[in-house]
């Protein structure tokens, strides 16, 4: 069974600086997709950045990038020029795709609390 | 646009007592759906998911269930609720391989 660890319970950054939200995850599979998702206190989950596992080039979503590293089994979330509203918890997913498709299950780690401080 | 509503945002319930909460989507035909449960400071648990209508798959054995009378709603209930119930829920439908959620039911359990 595939397993996702955020080993971050809490992390604080400073306005405008650069912070980076570590995910490991367990797989024997080859085929994948892997998620960030942020929950701000309203508690909407907001899909944020996605990373195909046969693609070796690393995501970016404007101020949000990821480092991943197949090998290692990581995918880590790197949000530059940080602002207050980016203060929420942050979701790592791992979702392999069901019956040959493109369509499954999310499963999530535990997740990070990432605020940010004027 | 796709939009995903769920009611109510916010539910208290007695131990004992039925629950139906539910979830629509508009703007798509024929989405895949899903409800998670979040209980307070962990991630999210997938319960249901359904590819069709009346066609749902549970993932974890409860005392909940989930129907889909048409094709864009999608109902979680119980019969008796328990205060292991207790929880932030959320009803989801996907795109290809993205997942999109709602804002959510909070329900309390008393």
């Known amino acids: 069974a595939q397993t996702v660890t955020q080993s971050q319970p809490e992390m604080s950054v400073q306005e405008a600086e650069t912070v980076t939200l570590s995910c490991t995850y367990d797989?024997?599979?080859?085929?994948?997709?892997l998620f960030w998702y942020k929950q701000p206190p309203s508690r909407q989950m907001i899909l944020v950045i996605r990373q195909e596992a046969y693609k070796q080039q690393n995501a970016t979503e404007n101020r949000f990038s990821v480092n991943f590293q197949k090998a290692a089994k990581s995918f880590s979330l790197k949000i530059s020029d940080s602002q207050l509203g980016d203060t929420a918890m942050y979701f790592c997913a791992f979702m392999k795709p069901r019956y040959g498709g493109s369509q499954g299950n999310l499963i999530f780690g535990k997740g990070t609390k990432l605020s940010v401080k004027p | 646009s796709q939009t995903i509503h769920q009611w109510p945002a916010t539910l208290v319930q007695p131990v004992g007592s039925p629950l139906s909460l539910e979830c629509t989507v508009e703007?798509?035909?024929?989405?895949?759906l899903y409800w998670y449960r979040q209980a307070a400071g962990r991630g999210l648990q997938l319960l249901f998911y359904s590819v069709g209508i009346g066609q749902i798959s549970s993932e974890v054995p409860q005392n909940l269930s989930a129907s889909r009378p048409q094709d864009r709603q999608f109902i979680l209930s119980s019969k008796k609720l328990l205060l292991s119930d207790s929880g932030f829920y959320l009803c989801?439908?996907?795109?290809?391989?993205?997942?999109?959620f709602g804002p959510g039911t909070r329900l309390t359990v008393t």
């Open positions: 797989t024997s599979e080859s085929n994948y997709y």
């Open positions: 989801a439908w996907s795109f290809l391989y993205e997942q999109y």
């Open positions: 703007g798509t035909s024929n989405p895949n």
